[in-house]
């Protein structure tokens, strides 16, 4: 789509071109497919009922629960997945938001019912069940029992995980809520006579023009700050719910019971955000890289994303194809189910419509097809979230053939590391390309993806981790969090990373929170972002000297999936997360490609400016 059809306004979601669009219908195949489901999948879930009590019979009788409840769960993973999906794609479709919400429904019916089991099969001899395992029909089931029994003093009696299954719907609205606003009420005015939308708001802040960018940042902002007070006691109402849950099952803090799961200690947590508070001096000294490049008296923040050079037009077609060349160490099957993926198999929305909302995910855990959201917007940043969100998916593909479905998921943790990977690899080789070539502006402008991809995982996820974890602490103290109080809080912490590089608009850039409250919904999830590009940069540091064990040993990390715990799994490909060396060494990371800047301004000394 070009720039006059944008502001000419975008296609409804009926309107777009298919082939745009990804294979929801892989899931089901008509909406009435979806509703017969619905209706059918209760029943399903209450069958399940008849199992309580009977546990402890054998094996084979719990080998018979563990098999229908599984097959249970992954109908309800499709049925939430295909709502969820639909509702992302349009949130003006209201059809579409009540069955995600009727889905949710249902999903803490499955909870509800389902929840007598743990409490049983903890009261049973591990001994005894240690001894079935050995049985066939339970060959696959090791892991999710040993997690259990490591988890049994968190584990309450049945009548209270019956309760805490069925709070999880009520306790699930601020999700649901917040969307519902910002896709669906928010308006965000204008930047350069174009309406500014959850799907191209990030393009209108990194344009060439400064004061487009300035309208697109401060109104975009502002429709945030409009609604700050409510924005604010949805996330209060989701952090005391939180604490709640970690206080009900026994932890010392909501913190200890979000790690908890995967076994990552909050160590991991404290040494990032102190790492990434030591070394914020590199961050100021691009900072001033950027001012100096920009010919500007002083940089603001919606100057982060201006460009250095000329933006590139970036085809999806092309995307497709550097994505192929950059990760072809990773050898031909790879590619070749990757290459199907984006195309023929149609595993990527990346229309833009009316209603589609901000961001980019992808969902693989429906074991159909490992789908990616997003919104193609003719950029390097849209190559680079594609780049991120095949990652994810492939990370769910191969995990997914190499384990049965008895064995978890991979974590948050584990996933971030796949995502950044494919980034680092791919910027690597087209880096690599540009400098071959002589090509100046092309190898600026991937620098330049790099940063921005580095301020968004290694700037602002580490801020928001610092933000979420003293907003825990506050309210596990007593404490509130009101709208001012967020907005400080956000305002210092960034202030502490921008140092005097960036002329702060406080108010403003403290709402910052609420444009990622996705992400803070998710309950300590932005913290892995940083680990995340930390341990994919020490991952492909490992090909420069051992290509071929750095490949086998990163696609073993993968095809692991939730077998092994992610700080155990990167230990076994090669990097360790209990150290600060990770996060340190990606710093060097971040301080190379500042270095070269300052190599190309000075020699690019006395040009003309790119700004209008």
Request: aromatic share 10%.
């Amino acid at each position: 789509m070009t720039t006059t059809e944008r502001k000419a306004g975008l296609p409804s979601r009926a309107d777009v071109p298919r082939e745009q669009t990804w294979d929801i219908e892989a899931l089901f195949a008509t909406p009435a497919d979806w509703e017969a489901e619905a209706e059918a999948l209760p029943a399903a879930i209450d069958a399940l009922a008849a199992y309580a009590g009977t546990l402890s019979r054998g094996p084979e009788a719990l080998a018979a629960y563990l098999r229908a409840a599984d097959e249970v769960e992954l109908r309800l993973t499709r049925l939430l997945s295909y709502a969820s999906m639909a509702a992302s794609v349009d949130g003006r479709d209201a059809v579409a938001a009540a069955r995600r919400d009727r889905a949710s429904g249902i999903a803490a019916r499955f909870g509800s019912v389902t929840a007598f089991a743990k409490p049983e099969l903890l009261a049973l001899d591990e001994t005894t069940v240690r001894g079935w395992l050995t049985q066939p029909e339970l060959k696959d089931d090791r892991v999710r029992l040993e997690r259990l029994w490591r988890d049994r003093a968190h584990v309450r009696s049945p009548e209270v995980e019956e309760l805490l299954g069925a709070v999880q719907a009520p306790f699930a609205s601020e999700r649901s809520i917040h969307p519902t606003l910002v896709n669906m009420d928010l308006r965000f005015g204008q930047a350069g006579g174009e309406p500014i939308t959850q799907g191209n708001v990030d393009r209108l802040i990194a344009s060439p023009d400064r004061e487009v960018r300035r309208q697109a940042w401060e109104n975009y902002a502002d429709a945030h700050l409009a609604v700050r007070h409510a924005q604010a006691a949805m996330y209060a109402a989701n952090v005391r719910q939180n604490v709640f849950l970690a206080r009900a099952r026994r932890y010392p803090d909501a913190i200890t019971a979000s790690l908890a799961p995967a076994r990552i200690p909050v160590e991991v947590v404290t040494t990032l955000l102190a790492t990434y508070r030591a070394h914020t001096p590199t961050w100021h000294r691009y900072w001033n890289v950027r001012r100096e490049w920009l010919h500007l008296p002083e940089l603001r923040e919606y100057d982060v994303k201006a460009p250095l050079v000329p933006p590139r037009e970036v085809s999806y077609a092309q995307a497709v194809e550097w994505l192929c060349e950059g990760l072809a160490p990773l050898g031909p099957e790879y590619i070749q189910d990757m290459r199907a993926g984006l195309t023929t198999e149609r595993w990527v929305d990346y229309a833009a419509n009316d209603g589609k909302r901000q961001g980019a995910y992808s969902n693989g855990s429906a074991r159909v097809k490992p789908y990616i959201f997003m919104t193609w917007q003719g950029t390097l940043g849209s190559y680079s979230t594609l780049a991120h969100e095949i990652g994810h998916s492939m990370h769910s593909l191969l995990s997914q053939r190499a384990q049965p479905y008895a064995v978890p998921r991979y974590t948050l943790f584990h996933a971030e590391v796949a995502s950044n990977f494919n980034q680092a690899m791919v910027r690597s080789h087209l880096l690599q390309q540009a400098r071959a070539a002589g090509d100046t502006d092309f190898e600026v402008a991937l620098i330049e993806e790099a940063l921005a991809n580095f301020h968004r995982y290694f700037f602002i996820m580490p801020t928001l981790a610092a933000f979420e974890l003293e907003s825990y602490r506050r309210v596990e103290a007593g404490g509130t969090l009101s709208a001012p109080d967020l907005i400080q809080l956000t305002a210092d912490l960034l202030q502490a990373g921008y140092g005097e590089g960036v002329q702060m608009d406080r108010e403003r850039s403290g709402i910052t929170w609420a444009q990622f409250s996705t992400h803070l919904y998710a309950n300590f999830y932005a913290y892995q972002y940083a680990t995340g590009i930390s341990a994919a940069h020490q991952l492909l540091a490992q090909f420069d000297q051992d290509p071929d064990g750095a490949r086998a040993r990163y696609l073993t990390f993968l095809k692991s999936g939730g077998s092994l715990d992610p700080i155990d799994a990167l230990k076994q490909a090669g990097v360790d997360m209990l150290s600060p060396a990770p996060v340190e060494a990606t710093f060097r990371v971040l301080s190379g490609y500042v270095d070269r800047l300052e190599e190309l301004l000075s020699a690019r000394s006395g040009t003309t400016p790119q700004q209008t």
